[in-house]
């Protein structure tokens, strides 16, 4: 089992909402989900550069941080489907502000996030 090395801080919202949404693929993941991507094969596809396994496992952590559910259909294969809790619901307009945020600054990000990589090469 994985052990904190830095302790668990829930003091406020944005530690809160840190805890919930920390993950490189967790907000596409809702974003996707939203669309109506519900297939884990779906999600691989439009998440490329992601794996497999870490895909799962942030599907899980949001499944507990019941942000998703789980539907699993008695076939063979099983086939599984993900969807937004109505409390996942709730996060969708908070992604968008925060995507069209990004695209209104996009030019601005790009160039300190390349400088920045620049700079740790």
């Known amino acids: 089992m994985h052990e904190r090395k830095i302790p668990l801080n829930l003091n406020c919202g944005l530690d809160l909402i840190g805890e919930v ?5 967790k907000i596409r993941l809702l ?9 884990p094969s779906e999600l691989q596809r439009k998440i490329p550069d992601a794996s ?5 496992i942030q ?15 008695a076939e063979v294969p099983p ?4 969807y937004l809790t ?5 996060l969708i307009p908070v992604i968008s502000a925060l995507g069209s945020w990004g695209d ?4 601005r990000l790009r160039r300190v ?9």
Do not use: A, P, Q, S
Not at 21 to 25: F, P, R, S
Not at 113 to 121: A, E, S, Y
């Open 21 to 25: 949404l920390y993950g490189k693929w």
């Open 31 to 39: 974003w996707f989900i939203n669309e109506g991507h519900l297939r």
């Open 52 to 56: 497999r396994r870490v895909l799962n």
């Open 59 to 73: 599907l899980k952590e949001l499944e507990e941080h019941e942000l998703v559910t789980k539907k699993i259909y």
């Open 79 to 82: 086939k599984v489907e993900y």
């Open 86 to 90: 109505d409390f996942g619901k709730t």
């Open 104 to 107: 209104r600054n996009e030019d």
């Open 113 to 121: 996030i390349v400088k920045r990589m620049g700079k740790n090469d």
